[in-house]
């Protein structure tokens, strides 16, 4: 898949660049990029909810009625789930949610993602570039030049470029990242991929081992 190569301005720089049918022409493995979506949300859950229970309510131990004769339920404790103010019943308590995938999948998820963004001629390849300053309004020109303004977008840098960052950072639904960083959810959370020339070079030899 050959794709033009265009300046941050908009203006076509005349080349293009061949995508790899390797990691953007694969029959995508929609069970892939359920399990590493799956994973990548369970990752970003603390797992520190907790609530108390009836051992661990502060309250008076003293049996609140006499065992028989009331005409009603024997209650031993006020500390009891039953009453208000008492412990709950089987709480939630602080646990990890993570779990492991196999490195193999989690590429076939990526490579999934990006061939899925590629059949949809979502990705647009732009020249290589740096902001002086960080400057959101030079951004949100570069995203109106690739006439992406009113979409959610994802940039893919070859390396970190400080400036670039802190100028897509406070834009909504803009995000920037490094080749390396690329995740599945990323791609597929975003409506189209903007990728730096040299970030190809990166996630070719990322998914090509």
């Known amino acids: 898949m050959n794709v033009s190569v265009v300046k941050h301005s908009g203006e076509d720089t005349g080349r293009k660049v061949t995508l790899s049918k390797e990691i953007f022409g694969i029959d995508p493995s929609d069970h892939a990029i359920y399990l590493d979506v799956k994973q990548f949300l369970a990752n970003q859950r603390q797992g520190t909810h907790k609530s108390k229970e009836r051992a661990e309510i502060a309250g008076s131990t003293k049996k609140i009625k006499k065992q028989k004769g009331t005409g009603t339920a024997r209650a031993g404790s ?3 789930p039953i009453f208000r103010g008492g412990g709950r019943v089987f709480g939630p308590r602080p646990r990890n949610y993570s779990f492991k995938l196999n490195k193999k999948l989690k590429e076939l998820a990526r490579k999934s993602a990006l061939s899925y963004k ?6 647009a390849i732009v020249e290589d570039f740096a902001f002086e300053a960080p400057k959101t309004k030079e951004y949100l020109k570069m995203l109106s030049a690739l006439s992406l303004a009113d979409k959610k977008t994802l940039l893919v840098l070859s390396e970190g470029n400080k400036n670039v960052v802190l100028s897509g ?17 990323d ?22 081992k």
């Open 78 to 80: 006020i500390k009891s």
């Open 118 to 123: 590629a059949k949809d001629k979502s990705i």
């Open 169 to 185: 950072r406070n834009i909504k639904n803009t995000k920037v990242v490094t080749a390396d960083l690329l995740t599945t959810y």
């Open 187 to 208: 791609v597929l959370n975003a409506d189209n991929l903007i990728l730096s020339e040299g970030s190809i070079e990166k996630i070719d030899n990322l998914l090509k």
